[in-house]
């Protein structure tokens, strides 16, 4: 291998690390392959004698400057391990086996924030899902109402809470935004509300922390408020654990009738306030919120199933939480958020009733989401477009991760077959990830662009059918942790969400990503 034979041609001043890659020209990949050489600081004109060599063996080489997460990883593995960076999004960068330091060390794999929370001593709970409860499509006519955030999710959550006449049940994943919790408050007076929630670190635009949001909730609905801490591993109120990385569901049932189901959590970032307004200042702060699809759907059959889900997850984690009760931590000031390009249209909620079929879909539960959205995958004959906060292979292909594997192998299938296959992702999907899922087979140079503060989990196939759904696209969200969705089969729905998906691609995505 030609980094075998010149290892020593890359130790120079502020080399970190030397692997097989692809060119990438103006933070964009080209399918060129290349050697990539990780920096500690990339310069222009670099001191006599400590210049990289152009090529090597014929080969470019790609010079790309370290993240602070990257230089970790290279430098300090062990300590990159135990931030349990578990995800993009959480500050995971791409790991490679290939990639070493110019002394031949792999850092790559030592770096395995999944290895320490294997470690995490606490015993481990079979899922077991609610007796009797099939999960199955629903077809017949149903009023769905759609909406998209930042545009319009806020005002149709808002409207969906103040309709609750007698019980809401929810699970969510983070809840920390305090117009959300004031809405709750006033909506649930007198009335029934249950929660399952989540324990994940504090979002950079969170009023409050989850546990100061349950404390006042507690405080507020007294007897009719009853909650528990979902059994993650990492929750220090879960003494047992299900769910490795996230209860990651976004789901609310209302009166056991209609359910609200969403990409998007109950905080600032995915459910800003106020909604923005073209032309308005609003409107330039859109542009540092997340998008989102949410649905909310008229159902007591499917709200059954949802919230029979949820029910079964408070009754087996309440019997499984710690005594005492979370201690609220300090919230951070919040950051700078992430900018992306002017938004040139914002989009209403709209409301659709119609004969419509709704796949109703869990994780873990085993070979539900996986099955379903496989199959719709492969049905698409002209259109697949997706847009995804991330998109992040397994460090291994395994019996474990195969199923994930088999729906990245099915887009690509779709993409080989000559259809019109989109997918945008977040500014998290980082030039390593995308190398990543090029060298697994898909086109990225063509097919992909980076929108900033995407949060959104959806899928569109020919106009038809459109999956909304919390389950970001990696082993853990495909398979093990607590997610929900529903495909829709109806062309109104999916020509609704189509026509946000392709504003986004012609103004707000880009071929454009930074290095890890």
């Known amino acids: 291998m030609i980094i075998d034979r010149n290892l020593a041609r890359f130790d120079k001043p ?15 990949l080209t399918d060129k392959p290349a050697i990539v050489v990780t920096v500690h600081q990339k310069l222009l004109s670099p001191p006599r004698g400590t210049a990289l060599p152009k090529s090597v063996g014929g080969v470019p080489v790609d010079v790309r400057q370290a993240s602070p997460a990257k230089r970790e990883e290279i430098l300090s593995p062990a300590v990159y391990s135990t931030r ?59 009023t769905i109402r759609v909406s998209a955030s930042p545009d319009s999710g806020w005002p149709t959550l808002q409207a969906f809470l103040a309709g609750t006449v007698k019980s809401l049940t929810v699970g969510l994943y983070d809840f ?32 409050e922390t989850d546990a100061q949001t349950v404390a006042e909730l507690t405080q507020q609905l007294g007897g009719g408020f009853e909650y528990a801490w979902a059994l ?40 800003p306030d106020p909604p923005p307004v073209l032309g308005q200042p609003s409107g330039a702060a859109a542009s540092g919120r997340d998008r989102d699809w949410h649905v909310v759907i008229e159902s007591e059959r499917l ?18 939480n710690a005594s005492t009760p979370a201690v609220p931590s300090p919230v951070p000031p919040p950051g700078s958020p992430t900018k992306g390009k002017p938004f040139k249209e914002f989009f209403d909620a709209k409301s659709f009733t119609e004969k419509v079929r709704v796949t109703p879909l869990l994780t873990p539960d085993p070979g539900i989401y ?54 945008i992702m977040s500014e998290f999907e980082k030039i390593g990830y995308l190398e990543q899922l090029h060298e697994r087979g898909l086109d990225v140079v ?25 389950q970001n696209w990696s082993t853990d969200g495909t398979l093990y942790n607590r997610d929900a969705g529903v495909i829709i089969a109806s062309p109104a729905i999916a020509g609704y969400f189509q026509t946000i998906f392709e504003h986004d691609w012609d103004n707000l995505a880009e071929q454009k990503a930074s290095a890890d």
């Open 14 to 28: 502020g080399v970190l690390s030397v692997r097989p890659g692809l060119k990438a020209v103006k933070n964009w």
């Open 84 to 142: 349990l960076r578990l995800s993009p999004d959480t500050g995971a960068v791409a790991h490679f086996a290939d990639e070493r330091t110019p002394f031949g060390a792999r850092p790559g794999l030592a770096a395995s924030a999944h290895a320490q929370l294997a470690a995490i001593a606490k015993p481990h709970l079979a899922y077991t899902p609610p007796a009797d409860v099939a999960l199955e499509p629903v077809e017949e006519e149903l």
């Open 176 to 207: 920390t935004a305090h117009h959300i919790e004031e809405a709750v408050s006033q909506a649930m007076q007198g009335k029934r509300m249950r929660l399952v929630l989540d324990h994940p670190a504090v979002n950079p635009t969170a009023d």
């Open 232 to 271: 993650t591993r990492t929750d220090p109120q879960a003494t047992v654990w299900i769910y490795p990385a996230a209860y990651h569901i976004k789901v609310a049932v209302r009166d056991g009738a209609s359910f609200w189901l969403s990409s998007g959590n109950w905080n600032n970032s995915n459910e």
């Open 303 to 320: 709200a059954g199933m949802f919230e029979s889900y949820i029910l079964n997850d408070l009754a087996v984690a309440s019997a499984h």
């Open 370 to 423: 996986t099955s379903a959205v496989r199959q719709l995958i492969e049905g698409a004959q002209h259109t697949l477009y997706m847009q995804y906060q991330y998109i992040e292979l397994p460090r291994e292909a395994n019996e474990t991760s195969q199923p994930f594997l088999d729906l990245v192998d099915a887009v690509i299938g779709r993409q080989k077959a000559g259809l019109d296959v989109r997918i």
């Open 446 to 470: 063509n097919g992909v662009r980076i929108q900033n503060n995407v949060h959104n989990k959806g899928i569109l196939v020919d106009g038809e059918k459109v999956l909304v759904s919390s």
